[in-house]
């Protein structure tokens, strides 16, 4: 059966959100060569994801709470 999760974490934060306050974050910027893939993708609030902007999480000073994978549903 499959669950779904009325919250989820930023990943970045580490806070829950309501679905309909994230986003998703490229932790390789897509405009410094990083793809729209389960490898670069994570989600995020809006507040991180405007921290972190055009940068690398090393670069913004945060750390992911956990690397991007793809799901297993």
């Known amino acids: ?3 779904v999760y009325s919250k989820l974490k930023c ?4 806070k829950k959100f309501p679905t309909s306050h ?3 974050d490229h ?3 897509a405009s410094r060569g990083g793809g729209t893939s389960w490898k670069n993708v994570v989600t995020c609030c809006v507040r ?3 921290k972190k902007a055009n940068k690398t ?4 000073g945060m750390k992911l709470l956990k690397k ?3 799901p297993n549903w």
């Open 22 to 24: 994230l986003t998703f």
């Open 11 to 14: 990943q970045y934060c580490y």
């Open 57 to 60: 999480p090393k670069e913004a």
């Open 1 to 3: 059966m499959f669950t």
């Open 27 to 29: 932790v390789i910027p």
């Open 68 to 70: 991007p994978v793809m």
């Open 48 to 50: 991180c994801n405007n």
